[in-house]
């Protein structure tokens, strides 16, 4: 699913980098963010989600809920995900 395909109603959460992301940064968070995005559960059931970079700083992460919804614990993982992201890349995405 890409993020032009999501659905009007689907539930965001915006993270905004502490500076702008490189072209080189850009690609590696696509990268990793595809893989994390591929396998993001929710009590063993598949989210169907996609993520956005815009102004090479804000990250939106969309999740169309009609397929399945967000918990607690996947709703922490996506956290701990921008959180590692941002550690090893030197990015404060709080």
């Known amino acids: 699913m890409t993020f032009d395909e999501l659905p009007g109603r ?20 696509a990268s990793e963010l595809r893989g994390f995005l591929e396998q993001w559960s929710a009590h063993g059931a598949s989210l169907a989600a996609a993520a956005s970079l815009e ?11 009609a397929q399945a919804g967000a918990t607690g614990c996947s709703i922490d993982k996506l956290v701990g995900f921008v959180r590692a992201h941002g550690a090893q890349h030197g990015i404060d995405w709080f």
Do not use: F
């Open 55 to 65: 102004y090479d700083r804000v990250l939106v992460v969309g999740l169309d809920e």
């Open 10 to 29: 689907a539930r965001l959460w915006v993270h905004v980098a502490d500076r702008s992301l490189t072209e080189a940064e850009q690609s590696a968070l």
